[in-house]
């Protein structure tokens, strides 16, 4: 096996490992001879497929400075990252994320799946999480320190208003088109 296929091992055979960085979130490791992220700080994250009565998706638009520009993203956050949220469920943190970016409650939260963002680089994995009985309670927008914009786009218009942000500079994540597969088969019509 090439030291390319098992990450793991070392020249000398063993698991090395090096703390090549660290900050509040993320620390920056050698194993072997490769180099990846590890969270710290929070019990993954969490994403939400939120969908009004009226069949609007709720998204947000943030700027991301790592790309230099906005992305659209489905509302999400960190798990048990906020002092006084350690070990929060991710049910309970969905909810809270929900509320804080985009002003919704939702009567229910109920998790879909559990995957890795990007399994070559980190161990960070997202959950999905269905949200309905959506009740608007507040502004969203997210913290002060963030500066989150809400959109709620026609679940028979996302794809073409996605497109159309496409062309105009903006970035969207991929995970944004996953919830799409969720909203098309779960909402009702």
């Not at 700080?41 to 700027?63: E, F, W, Y």
């Not at 509320?99 to 109920?110: L, M």
Request: charged share 25%.
């Amino acid at each position: 096996m090439s030291d390319l296929s098992d990450p793991t091992s070392s020249a000398s055979g063993g698991r090395a490992e090096e703390i090549l960085g660290q900050g509040r979130f993320l620390r920056l490791l050698r194993r072997g001879k490769w180099e990846l992220v590890e969270r710290v700080g929070a019990d993954g994250a969490a994403a939400l497929i939120a969908v009004t009565d009226d069949r609007r998706l709720v998204l947000i638009s943030q700027p991301r400075p790592a790309l230099g520009g906005d992305v659209i993203e489905l509302p999400a956050g960190l798990i048990g990252d906020d002092p006084g949220c350690e070990g929060e469920g991710g049910e309970v943190a969905a909810a809270r994320e929900l509320t804080e970016e985009t002003g919704y409650a939702a009567a229910v939260v109920e998790r879909l799946a559990i995957g890795p963002t990007s399994p070559g680089l980190t161990n960070e994995q997202i959950t999905l999480y269905w949200a309905s009985g959506l009740t608007k309670v507040g502004p969203g927008g997210g913290l002060e320190s963030e500066s989150i914009t809400v959109h709620e786009v026609p679940l028979d218009e996302v794809e073409a208003w996605l497109a159309a942000r496409v062309r105009a500079g903006d970035h969207v994540d991929l995970k944004v088109y996953a919830g799409l597969y969720f909203a098309h088969a779960r909402a009702p019509r």
